[in-house]
């Protein structure tokens, strides 16, 4: 292994510890303070569906024997630049959003206090319904391909694979708009833990070093073409978590949010009418 493939395989893990860590401290966070106060489920719910297509992405790309073939057909005989430690983040995102959701749909079983931001948004709803609807329509196009269809000309299962990734990227892309709007309309970020977002930004900074190594390695950049979702997805992040950390440590910094009488008053007028429509 040359130094720069012992680099690669460093920053891979380094930045799947980042990430995983990442989801920890708002978990701990709400069940500490006994409240998801300051938060809006959209930000887990939407997020839930985006690892399970990550995991999807991740699991075809490194083990399906006809994805690796029809990506090959289309980029030069390479392989994808897809390792095992994304699938071991995927899977682990996953799971833990998962028990992230169940202190907004359930607080009961973790003795949390009932709080804005439970309901989702038409906004986050919507976007839920239509990545589903637009992953059922691709599959069943790919589906009805005649059987001699030649996968580089004609749609494919790689395709749909592809699908499935922008899926992820479109979430990335809005999940974390919600909060990000709630904390301006609140003027705090209190309930909003700071540590995941430097997790994930420094998760970030890692994901595209490592990709631009691996492409650099293989002397072919449609390594970052060919994975558009990862190379997307620590852009986009990393955009994101400098407006968090605008917020908290310059804009809101030290400010209190919205006092309990008026958080109750939201919870009577409707939360949709303090967030994304």
């Given at each position: 292994?040359?130094?720069?493939?012992?680099?690669?395989?460093?920053?891979?893990?380094?930045?799947?510890?980042?990430?995983?860590?990442?989801?920890?401290?708002?978990?701990?966070?709400?069940?500490?303070?006994?409240?998801?106060?300051?938060?809006?489920?959209?930000?887990?719910?939407?997020?839930?569906?985006?690892?399970?297509?990550?995991?999807?992405?991740?699991?075809?790309?490194?083990?399906?024997?006809?994805?690796?073939?029809?990506?090959?057909?289309?980029?030069?005989?390479?392989?994808?630049?897809?390792?095992?430690?994304?699938?071991?983040?995927?899977?682990?995102?996953?799971?833990?959003?998962?028990?992230?959701?169940?202190?907004?749909?359930?607080?009961?079983?973790w003795g949390l206090e009932r709080s804005p931001g439970r309901k989702p948004s038409r906004f986050i709803t919507g976007v839920f319904t239509g990545c589903v609807v637009g992953i059922l329509l691709i599959v069943f196009l790919v589906a009805s391909q005649p059987p001699d269809a030649d996968p580089r000309t004609s749609w494919a299962w790689l395709d749909a694979i592809y699908v499935i990734s922008y899926v992820k990227v479109l979430i990335t892309l809005v999940k974390y708009a919600p909060q990000l709007l709630y904390n301006t309309r609140n003027r705090s970020t209190k309930g909003w833990h700071i540590s995941q977002i430097l997790f994930d930004f420094s998760g970030g900074v890692l994901s595209i070093a490592q990709l631009g190594i691996d492409s650099y390695l293989q002397h072919d950049w449609s390594g970052v073409t060919g994975n558009p979702v990862k190379f997307l997805l620590g852009n986009v992040s990393m955009f994101y978590d400098l407006l968090f950390m605008g917020q908290h440590y310059y804009l809101y910094r030290g400010q209190s949010p919205v006092g309990a009488e008026e958080r109750e008053s939201l919870l009577e007028r409707g939360e949709d009418d303090r967030r994304i429509a």
């Open positions: 292994m040359s130094f720069l493939e012992w680099i690669s395989a460093l920053f891979g893990w380094v930045y799947t510890i980042c990430w995983s860590l990442s989801f920890y401290p708002q978990v701990i966070h709400n069940f500490k303070r006994k409240s998801t106060a300051g938060t809006t489920v959209d930000f887990p719910l939407i997020n839930v569906l985006g690892f399970a297509a990550y995991f999807v992405y991740t699991c075809a790309f490194y083990w399906s024997p006809l994805i690796r073939h029809q990506y090959a057909l289309r980029h030069n005989n390479l392989t994808p630049t897809v390792a095992f430690n994304d699938i071991a983040f995927a899977l682990h995102a996953f799971i833990v959003t998962t028990v992230l959701n169940t202190q907004y749909f359930l607080p009961s079983i």
